[in-house]
């Protein structure tokens, strides 16, 4: 390798991946509180992943540096040695930490493992043949291999999304949005992996999207809480079932459960309650989350439309009766007696129940 400014510059940022990748490892390893988000109990498989991953990614960058120092040779041993050491740790730990971040299953992760034994055997091949075209066919296949899993990806994070918004009222710390921005970093670290050898300017961006997805990947950890609990419910489910739960749901059979939750969620105002579930909910009505889920869905909603909606029909009661009593008021206190916790949370619900900003509601409310 010709030693230049630009591989100098090079250097200082492989090396500084490495050793914020590392400090970030021993960081989720090593320290039992949450530094980022106290109040929040991020899901500790997703942490050991990631601390696995995090490890990973570190030790690459070590097991590529006697070929970065020597030849630009496809077909040299440590190149080839480095590959094989990819293929066994980093590339099945990067597949298998993305799913960790969806709560709503565990999603077996023996696939990956599978999926990445192809692309070994052609190394091992490549090693003993020195033939760049194995080395081609294998870099082939993991960039189909790539593709599959983005849009498997894609998939389950939309499926992700939906198991949400069937459970959960309240969806801070839950945001789909910061798991699609981690799961892209990582995508976008492994793709630029795949394509980048012998290319100094994608080696640079791959640096430095290197150090991106270590940040995002740590703050997604530490303030992603956890839902397990909830998720893996089921046998408490049945053991709820009803006598009218005994029955698929149909717009026929569901005035029972309409008049349940008149009882037990309207008139108690139980959906005032912070972290509110729909397992919690099911539970109060005497029924289980299946056959409650499925009785919203017969109605063309779901539980976070139906929780929210309540939720803004008693802020807009609020609204109206301190308004008439001249008292003062700000639409974040009323959002948060009215069950939101958190206001961001409850300006998105009032867009999609009303129709209008908050804003733009208390201006034309104040205006007649």
């Not at 400014?5 to 039992?32: D, H, K, M, N, P």
């Not at 867009?351 to 205006?367: A, D, E, I, Y």
């Given at each position: 390798?010709?030693?230049?400014?630009?591989?100098?510059?090079?250097?200082?940022?492989?090396?500084?991946?490495?050793?914020?990748?590392?400090?970030?490892?021993?960081?989720?390893?090593?320290?039992?509180?949450?530094?980022?988000?106290?109040?929040?109990t991020p899901p500790?498989?997703?942490?050991?992943?990631?601390?696995?991953?995090?490890?990973?990614?570190?030790?690459?960058?070590?097991?590529?540096?006697?070929?970065?120092?020597?030849?630009?040779?496809?077909?040299?041993?440590?190149?080839?040695?480095?590959?094989?050491?990819?293929?066994?740790?980093?590339?099945?730990?990067?597949?298998?930490?993305?799913?960790?971040?969806?709560?709503?299953?565990?999603?077996?992760?023996?696939?990956?493992?599978?999926?990445?034994?192809?692309?070994?055997?052609?190394?091992?091949?490549?090693?003993?043949?020195?033939?760049?075209?194995?080395?081609?066919?294998?870099?082939?296949y993991m960039l189909?291999?790539?593709?599959?899993?983005?849009?498997?990806?894609?998939?389950?994070?939309?499926?992700?999304?939906?198991?949400?918004?069937?459970?959960?009222?309240?969806?801070?710390?839950?945001?789909?949005?910061?798991?699609?921005?981690?799961?892209?970093?990582?995508?976008?670290?492994?793709?630029?992996?795949?394509?980048?050898?012998?290319?100094?300017?994608?080696?640079?961006?791959?640096?430095?999207?290197?150090?991106?997805?270590?940040?995002?990947?740590?703050?997604?950890?530490?303030?992603?809480?956890?839902?397990?609990?909830?998720?893996?419910?089921?046998?408490?489910?049945?053991?709820?079932?009803?006598?009218?739960?005994?029955?698929?749901?149909?717009?026929?059979?569901?005035?029972?459960?309409?008049?349940?939750?008149?009882?037990?969620?309207?008139?108690?105002?139980?959906?005032?309650?912070?972290?509110?579930?729909?397992?919690?909910?099911?539970?109060?009505?005497?029924?289980?989350?299946?056959?409650?889920?499925?009785?919203?869905?017969?109605?063309?909603?779901?539980?976070?439309?139906?929780?929210?909606?309540?939720?803004?029909?008693?802020?807009?009661?609020?609204?109206?009766?301190?308004?008439?009593?001249?008292?003062?008021?700000?639409?974040?206190?009323?959002?948060?007696?009215?069950?939101?916790?958190?206001?961001?949370?409850?300006?998105?619900?009032?867009?999609?129940?009303?129709?209008?900003?908050?804003?733009?509601?208390?201006?034309?409310?104040?205006?007649?």
């Amino acid at each position: 390798m010709e030693y230049t400014f630009e591989v100098a510059i090079f250097f200082i940022l492989y090396g500084a991946s490495t050793v914020i990748s590392a400090i970030a490892c021993l960081y989720l390893l090593l320290r039992r509180g949450n530094a980022f988000a106290p109040d929040i109990t991020p899901p500790t498989r997703l942490r050991y992943w990631a601390a696995a991953l995090l490890g990973s990614i570190s030790l690459s960058h070590i097991w590529w540096i006697p070929d970065a120092l020597s030849s630009d040779d496809f077909t040299s041993t440590s190149y080839i040695v480095a590959c094989m050491l990819d293929c066994c740790f980093l590339v099945p730990v990067m597949l298998g930490t993305m799913p960790t971040m969806l709560q709503d299953r565990r999603r077996p992760v023996w696939p990956i493992g599978v999926a990445s034994l192809p692309v070994l055997i052609l190394l091992v091949v490549c090693f003993f043949n020195r033939s760049e075209t194995t080395l081609r066919i294998g870099e082939a296949y993991m960039l189909i291999m790539s593709g599959v899993f983005i849009v498997y990806m894609l998939f389950a994070t939309r499926q992700y999304r939906q198991w949400l918004r069937d459970n959960f009222a309240d969806l801070e710390h839950k945001e789909v949005w910061k798991t699609l921005m981690t799961l892209i970093a990582l995508l976008l670290m492994l793709g630029i992996y795949d394509v980048s050898v012998n290319n100094i300017i994608l080696q640079f961006f791959l640096q430095a999207v290197v150090i991106v997805t270590v940040i995002l990947l740590l703050l997604r950890v530490e303030t992603l809480q956890t839902l397990e609990v909830e998720a893996n419910e089921t046998t408490n489910d049945k053991e709820a079932l009803d006598s009218t739960s005994s029955l698929s749901p149909t717009k026929d059979n569901i005035a029972p459960i309409t008049v349940l939750l008149r009882q037990h969620c309207e008139d108690t105002q139980l959906y005032l309650q912070h972290d509110l579930t729909l397992q919690q909910l099911a539970a109060a009505v005497g029924t289980n989350r299946t056959y409650l889920g499925a009785c919203f869905a017969q109605q063309g909603i779901n539980y976070n439309a139906y929780i929210n909606g309540l939720r803004i029909q008693h802020f807009v009661k609020l609204y109206e009766e301190r308004t008439k009593q001249g008292q003062p008021l700000t639409a974040q206190s009323l959002a948060a007696e009215s069950g939101f916790k958190s206001y961001a949370t409850f300006g998105v619900a009032f867009k999609r129940f009303m129709g209008q900003t908050v804003s733009s509601w208390m201006k034309l409310n104040f205006q007649n």
